[in-house]
């Protein structure tokens, strides 16, 4: 079926939004490869048509958005990754202090409002309907709420399976998209990354059900779990590792409680391969928040395995996923919701993993330099290249220790004489 499109003019024309906005509107749009780019470039080309737009960002890896744009837009997200970063350094960028959970939550209660929305579908399905293609998450929410929806359809936005899908009738300006879906190469991970990659995946057996976090790291964790049997998958987000797991044969979700048969994510954020994938595939679907990061649907997954990272770790467990060098670079995130599961789940594993070091810098820390993102009770299994250390039902004392145990041998000396202190 071919769509039915409005106001598209020349294929190199950008379509003109301004009709449907108004000023002091907040705009959202899909994060990460789920970017609809045509009308994002409409609206920073056609900016100055308006005093002031307010952004609800995600996360950016188009680069769409810069500084210099702040002439016309102001700037809000839950995150400073990706592009985003360029506006937090520049001072642009105010954020959502929330874990990913609550935000569908402040969407339905318009603490926070979007007026309009801007989305990339997919050519229509057989039963007419466009799909959200890379991304539900959010947006499944956000689209309940808006008084204006805008979308670019393009034949390369896989047809995925889920919650939401979009008749005609409720889109109300329906474009053509002048290039194809933003892409995402699987990131190849440091010698480093393996060796914790390496670690992590020691740690878990056949059956878990898997929740990964960006970076290279859990995509390299994923990759080394290709002979196991019968994992699950149920995360916010899911790269191109899933499709290798599959393909080997380790993933099969036939072991979920729920969702038996199917992975569960919120985002695709990937390559091409994993579109291909995607598209119309049954066991593979997309969900909104309230799926992909609830407590009740998350600990009712036997062995639910969370892997996470952190910028820095304290040696009491607390981890800070926010802000280094006092710059907002990540972000609350999944981590404190999926953690929370993982220690309620039967047989589940709450795992955080990161490198050592940053530069000569210690990321295991006697006092954290940022906040709190995720709290001590939290804490599960911390993991380094240089080993593991399991917080589970250990004091401070002995969760000291351990986390002085994984820290990078030149910085141990020193987080002994502070550990001394601390308590």
Not at 80 to 95: E, F, H, K, T, V
Not at 212 to 237: K, M, Y
Not at 373 to 382: F, H, I, L, P, Q
């Amino acid at each position: 079926m071919t769509p039915t499109l409005d106001n598209c003019g020349d294929v190199h024309t950008l379509p003109d939004l301004t009709p449907w906005l108004r000023d002091g509107d907040t705009i959202m749009w899909g994060q990460a490869c789920a970017e609809p780019r045509t009308l994002t470039r409409a609206l920073v080309a056609q900016r100055s048509a308006f005093r002031r737009l307010n952004l609800l960002l995600g996360i950016d890896v188009g680069g769409t958005l810069q500084p210099a744009h702040a002439d016309h837009f102001s700037f809000l997200s839950y995150c400073g990754a990706g592009g985003n970063r360029a506006l937090a350094q520049a001072g642009l960028l105010d954020i959502l202090p929330s874990p990913y959970s609550l935000l569908q939550r402040d969407l339905a209660r318009r603490n926070v409002r979007v007026d309009v929305v801007l989305l990339q579908v997919s050519a229509p399905d057989r039963d007419g309907r466009y799909r959200l293609g890379h991304a539900y998450d959010l947006l499944a929410e956000a689209l309940r709420h808006a008084r204006v929806v805008i979308a670019e359809v393009h034949p390369a936005v896989p047809r995925t399976r889920g919650t939401c899908a979009l008749r005609r009738e409720q889109i109300d300006l329906l474009v053509p998209a002048q290039e194809a879906p933003l892409e995402m190469t699987p990131p190849v991970p440091s010698a480093i990354e393996e060796q914790i990659a390496h670690h992590v995946a020691s740690l878990i057996e056949d059956r878990a059900t898997l929740q990964v976090g960006l970076g290279g790291v859990a995509e390299a964790t994923l990759r080394l779990l290709c002979d196991r049997r019968g994992l699950g998958f149920h995360s916010g987000i899911a790269g191109d590792a899933l499709v290798d797991l599959v393909e080997a044969g380790a993933l099969t979700n036939a072991f979920k409680r729920r969702d038996t048969g199917v992975s569960v994510a919120g985002l695709l954020m990937g390559s091409r391969r994993l579109s291909r994938f995607a598209d119309d595939n049954p066991a593979l679907e997309l969900r909104g928040t309230q799926d992909t990061h609830g407590a009740e649907v998350l600990r009712a997954l036997p062995r639910f395995t969370a892997i996470n990272s952190a910028i820095e770790v304290d040696l009491t467990g607390q981890a800070n996923a926010e802000v280094a060098n006092s710059m907002y670079l990540g972000a609350v995130g999944g981590a404190p919701d999926f953690l929370r599961a993982a220690h309620a789940s039967e047989g589940g594993l709450p795992i955080i993993a990161l490198r050592a070091t940053a530069g000569t810098r210690s990321r295991i820390v006697a006092s954290l330099s940022g906040p709190v993102s995720t709290a001590r009770c939290d804490a599960g299994v911390m993991v380094t290249e240089h080993g593991i250390a399991d917080l589970r039902g250990c004091g401070l004392a002995q969760r000291m220790r351990r986390m002085i145990a994984i820290a990078a041998p030149e910085h141990r000396e020193e987080l002994e004489r502070k550990a001394s202190t601390l308590f």
